[in-house]
């Protein structure tokens, strides 16, 4: 399992790469949080994405065990809070499968652009569990009602519908998404200070964080 870094002028991309649809183990949730820890200012986006053909399956069902829970949970939603605050724009690449714990981490990101084969859902309920992180930030992102059926169902939606509900900024065919991103950048985020930029997201975030 490997997170990669390639960074660009203004821009850092953290690339998802492990095997079985990039499941999100304690050893992947450990490096994301190193990743995040040595982030260089000043950066004005933040990606993630993934190398495979899904974003994420979710969370690692053998490591969610009575045993293992106690230490598992609290590193995955630290996690969550560092990305929320990362000191710059945050945006999550989608496609393919997103689900569950992979789902959470898009949510935590300020955007999400996906694919047009991408497929994003809270499976929880269908296993006997729920979703935290989902449950707090799929209803400030999408509405109440649509956060609800996605919890309670545990069914996932195409990203199209997502794009209606306002959760998705665009939606491309998956080869175009590296060209989205980098248009998305140039014509909206690169002319404005990083300072600002961090300041800015930081603070639209506060009613997650506070």
Request: hydrophobic share 50%.
């Amino acid at each position: 399992m490997t997170v990669a870094t390639k960074r660009t002028p203004g821009r850092l991309r953290l690339i998802l790469d492990a095997p079985n649809g990039n499941a999100i183990t304690d050893a992947m949730v450990v490096t994301l949080r190193d990743a995040l820890k040595n982030i260089e200012s000043p950066l004005k986006l933040v990606t993630l994405e993934s190398a495979g053909s899904d974003f994420s399956f979710g969370s690692s069902l053998d490591e969610h065990t009575p045993a293992r829970m106690p230490d598992v949970l609290p590193r995955f939603h630290a996690l969550i809070v560092e990305l929320l605050r990362v000191p710059a724009v945050t945006a999550a690449v989608v496609s393919g499968r997103c689900l569950g714990g992979g789902f959470e981490l898009a949510l935590a990101c300020d955007v999400i652009f996906a694919a047009t084969d991408a497929v994003m859902g809270l499976p929880e309920i269908t296993v006997g569990a729920f979703p935290p992180v989902g449950s707090i930030l799929l209803p400030l992102k999408a509405g109440a009602a649509r956060a609800s059926a996605a919890i309670l169902t545990g069914a996932s939606r195409a990203a199209a519908d997502w794009h209606a509900a306002g959760l998705v900024e665009r939606v491309v065919p998956r080869g175009e998404l590296g060209t989205t991103i980098t248009d998305w950048y140039s014509s909206t985020i690169e002319r404005h200070s990083a300072a600002a930029l961090q300041r800015a997201a930081l603070a639209s975030r506060l009613v997650v964080l506070r």
